[in-house]
């Protein structure tokens, strides 16, 4: 059987010594699982097979293989059966290692797994499990019993279409139905849009919503629209799935969600639309995750419908030009935003932050609502401090996680518990905010703010808990908690108050005991008794494990750091006693647990009410602490209204991220793009200079901004955004069989065909991936296209300096470079942008910068001198008077019918590069066709260029 290699992991385990396929499989054993295996049909790539053997679990064939080298970086695990001339890989590993491999391919691997055990004499299927549904195997997912920060449990339907006939639509574009449903937060999420030949919006609406995995029809899509979806997921690193196209039926899918929703009609924008896409999409989810089979969850979710223009525009290129998440294996948590930002004491507000971090707001009246929060607890040393240092940190516990615990039948008393002692720091949390209109650094203005946002929603919602207090303290023994035991009261039945008196009996008998060993070993103060996995024990320092040496009777059960736990025969005897009437005490109370977690579950919907609230003031509080402890205070940001020119002013702007780095002391620039007067800047200079850091910083402060924080300036004026749209790095995509110089094509197509008059675009080296001249003449066309046709903010950092000279022609177009110094051959960045373009790109310099062999760099220096020399001689005066005239049509061959001639051609040629349908297209069909507008557009400079040309000959002669 061939091999199946996973891609590489972050995560990998050392083999034991031992080897954890240790466990053999008899021959009969593994031919019932061959037998069944075959019965399954073709396994997908990405799918692991775990068979259950109650001890341990034991994977098959090249799932044997791949687990075996991927994750223990060894083949020597993997064991051989044989069946007559068949050989069989199997390897087998104990629960715990299993439970490392499982989490390490739902989560990093992108895997799914399926779980089974043998039920009589056949397999059956015990669990199931994806990317984006984490349900069966959130045990194995938790980390300190805790869901990791990044684990979202979103999965995403798509369903494509077309707008023609549909009501509300004209013509015949895409349409798009999608359904996103988060089964940990019990919300379903549905919308229909119309789309591009990109489907750009369906790229922006999985990152904004966090999937993790996408499930499509297996039958019904072309070719074409599966390959572009795969190619759509696999930028965002969303895994897909398929099912089967009748899944996707809408006829039962109303009666399916009013059981779900608990409603008797259901009113939601998807069920109003003619082809009813996102109903279709939602159906298809609840059947994928067998919703309908989970009684316990019935009435308890949401449904809303996603508005695609609701938040700005982020598509996974512009999350990772504005360093939003850090890269994978990226050991600098300042590298990123969520770096920066990690400063969150709740888990429910590290899980939201990266939700506003996708998700900036439109309103300015929303943006304004988060500054002016931020605001007050900028202003307040005091409050900020004791609601980040005392308070919040003791509500630090997964209340989400513990909910869905509860509702899903699987919680316990302490997670009643738990709920209950995070309920019971509510009323300090309050004590802390009401205190808030006696601060004298806060105005009346910002208490009032604070009160009406904070205190009084959390005020109705600890009413809300009183019954679930009440609850508590009357079923739960609460002095039992001190032992780390989880009781109800003994008073409930007579069963339990006669086991309790003689587990109270026991440990009155266990204390004397330990007084007793104190006074006789001599260890008064050091001796210990605590309870551990073993049960009672007595701990002494490893400093005193030599005074019981001598002392027999004695058995040590563990030696650790914080010293040696033993027991002599009579504790033995009294705590495995104990260890009885306890768990007499667990079987007698069973029933009665029951009916509390049940009862506690009833609280769902106060829980999530609870956490909302909690996360928005911890994400604002780490907002004000970040930008007060940054290494220069960020300031607020003025969000202009929507009847002002749209503008993006910023001075003394910085990067968060890299003014964070290690000995860099950061140099501020500033920025002015205001609709009208200059909406592009042309940023040349050389390699390192600081070209990239310097447009991506504009774009963080504008996102930074839009989620209601302080950003890094001196001074910051803002008009919302609608979109980020962002063309940065040179990667090709292999997996979809797309070049470099291609990639940059979608990619730019995308943002020409997407961005308005309010979005930020940002380029970074476009057009390298090709010749020097068609590089420059597309480069040329989109700079026009963006400060004529569209007019929105852009940047735009190029080596092609030829482009400087748009700006004599289009007045909204600003030439900037970052200045540098060469002194004795030594080249000194200066990382300050400055007006005008740069004079030339020092790329030598850098290279001799990077001891490049000194013959190279002398080759490289003639070869330069030699490309140059035409171009000095046309920076003479006489020149470039010749060359102005010959750009503006006077005293040259270029006459100004024939300029503005080439203009309009030079448009056309970038309206049909707009038009191509390039995500249709083989990469040689769409090469020869973008081969052919090249050949136009320089076919159109055929005229001027013989003019320029004479105008150079004649300065030279």
């Known amino acids: ?416 518990v738990m709920l209950y002692q995070f309920v019971g720091g509510l009323p300090r949390v309050l004590q802390v905010l009401q205190s808030a209109e006696s601060v004298s650094s806060l105005s009346d203005e910002q208490a009032a703010l604070l009160r009406s946002e904070f205190a009084d929603p959390l005020t109705g919602v600890h009413n809300d808990f009183s019954n679930f207090i009440k609850l508590v303290e009357a079923a739960v023994d609460l002095d039992a908690i001190a032992r780390h035991e989880y009781l109800i009261q003994p008073h409930f039945n007579q069963e339990l108050r006669e086991i309790n008196e003689t587990k109270d009996l026991l440990i009155e008998q266990i204390n004397d005991h330990h007084l007793k060993m104190q006074e006789e070993l001599g260890l008064e103060q050091s001796l210990k008794l605590e309870q551990s996995q073993h049960g009672y024990v007595f701990r002494v320092s490893r400093k005193d494990e030599k005074e019981l040496r001598s002392v027999s009777g004695l058995t040590t059960l563990q030696t650790k750091k914080e010293g040696v736990l033993f027991r002599d025969r009579v504790l033995t005897r009294l705590a495995g006693e104990y260890k009885e009437a306890a768990a007499e005490y667990d079987a007698a109370q069973a029933a009665l647990v029951s009916k509390v977690v049940t009862t506690a579950a009833t609280f769902y919907s106060v829980i999530r009410e609870a956490q909302e609230i909690l996360s928005k003031l911890d994400i604002l509080l780490c907002f004000a602490q970040v930008s007060v402890s940054a290494p220069e205070p960020y300031v607020r940001p003025t969000i202009l209204p929507l009847d002002e020119p749209h503008s993006i002013e910023l001075i003394g702007c910085r990067h968060p991220c890299v003014e964070r780095m290690d000995g860099v002391s950061f140099i501020k620039n500033d920025v002015r793009l205001v609709s009208g007067s200059s909406v592009l800047e042309i940023v040349t200079g050389p390699n390192m200079g600081g070209k990239s850091t310097y447009i991506r910083s504009i774009g963080v402060n504008v996102l930074l901004a839009q989620v209601g924080c302080f950003v890094p300036c001196d001074e910051a004026r803002i008009s919302p955004s609608d979109a980020v749209l962002a063309r940065v790095g040179a990667g090709d995509m292999q997996s979809r069989g797309v070049s470099t110089f291609m990639a940059e094509m979608l990619e730019t197509s995308s943002i020409l065909k997407n961005a308005s008059p309010s979005s930020l675009v940002i380029i970074d080296e476009l057009g390298r991936g090709t010749s020097t001249y068609d590089g420059y003449g597309l480069a040329h066309a989109i700079c026009s296209h963006l400060a004529t046709t569209l007019g929105c903010p852009a940047l735009f950092a190029t080596h092609f300096h030829e482009l400087t000279a748009l700006a004599s022609s289009h007045p909204t177009i600003r030439n900037k470079h970052v200045s540098a110094h060469v002194s004795a051959g030594e080249l000194t960045m200066l990382f300050q942008v400055q007006d005008g373009p740069s004079d030339q790109s020092f790329g030598i310099h850098v290279a001799e910068a990077s001891n490049f062999p000194p013959s190279v760099i002398a080759s490289a220096k003639r070869k330069l001198a030699e490309l140059e020399e035409p171009i000095s001689i046309r920076k003479s005066s006489k020149t470039s008077s010749r060359l102005q005239e010959a750009n503006d049509g006077v005293g040259s061959e270029c006459d100004k019918d024939s300029n503005i001639g080439e203009v309009s051609q030079l448009l056309a040629c970038l309206s049909d590069f707009a038009k191509l349908p390039l995500d249709k297209m083989g990469e040689s069909e769409a090469m020869q066709q973008i081969n052919s507008i090249q050949a136009r557009l320089r076919d159109n400079t055929n005229v001027c260029g013989t003019a320029v040309v004479a105008a150079d000959t004649d300065s030279a002669n």
Not at 27 to 43: M, N, W
Not at 148 to 159: E, K, M, P
């Open 1 to 416: 059987m061939a091999s199946f290699i996973i891609g590489a992991s972050t995560t990998s385990f050392d083999a034991p010594k031992d080897c954890p396929g240790g466990t053999d499989v008899s021959a009969v054993d593994g031919k019932s699982i061959v037998a069944f295996v075959r019965t399954l049909g073709r396994q997908p790539d990405d799918l692991l097979r775990f068979f259950d053997r109650k001890d341990y679990y034991m994977l098959h064939g090249r799932d044997a293989d791949s687990v075996a080298v991927s994750y223990f970086k060894s083949s020597t695990c993997v064991k051989f059966w044989r069946q007559g001339d068949e050989k069989h890989a199997y390897l087998t590993i104990n629960k715990n290692m299993a439970s490392e491999v499982i989490r390490c391919a739902l989560l990093e691997q992108r895997r799914r797994i399926e779980v089974y055990r043998l039920e009589g004499k056949g397999w059956m299927l015990e669990r199931k499990g994806s990317p984006g549904n984490l349900q069966a195997f959130e045990e194995e997912c938790t980390v300190n019993g805790e869901l990791g920060l990044d684990t979202s449990t979103v999965i995403v339907a798509v369903r494509l279409g077309r707008t023609a006939g549909s009501k509300g639509y004209a013509g015949n574009a895409r349409l798009v139905g999608l359904c996103f449903i988060d089964c940990s937060g019990r919300m379903i999420r549905t919308s229909e849009f119309e789309d591009d030949e990109h489907l750009s919006t369906l790229e922006s609406i999985v990152c904004q919503q966090g999937a993790r995995e996408c499930l499509l029809p297996a039958e019904g899509l072309s070719d074409p629209d599966r390959k572009q979806i795969d190619g759509i997921m696999d930028v965002c690193e969303v895994s897909v799935s398929t099912a089967p196209k009748g899944a996707f039926g809408s006829k039962h899918t109303d009666q399916d969600l009013r059981r779900l929703l608990g409603v008797e009609e259901l009113h939601n924008r998807c069920f109003e639309s003619s082809q009813q896409l996102a109903v279709s999409a939602c159906g298809g989810l609840i059947k994928y995750l067998d919703m309908m089979t989970n009684d316990e969850s019935h009435g308890q979710w949401l449904i809303e419908w996603v508005e695609p223009r609701q938040f700005m525009r982020l598509d996974a290129g512009a999350l990772r030009a504005l360093s939003v998440e850090p890269l994978p294996g990226e050991p600098d948590k300042n590298a990123s935003l969520m770096g920066i930002f990690a400063h969150c004491k709740t888990i429910g507000g590290s899980r939201t932050l990266r939700k506003w971090f996708k998700q900036p707001l439109l309103s300015r009246h929303d943006i304004n609502t988060r500054l002016d929060l931020t605001q007050a607890f900028c202003s307040s040393f005091e409050l900020r401090s004791m609601l980040r240092d005392e308070v919040l940190p003791s509500m630090a516990c997964d209340v989400d996680r513990l909910s869905r615990k509860l509702f899903a039948a699987k919680g316990t008393l302490q997670d009643v």
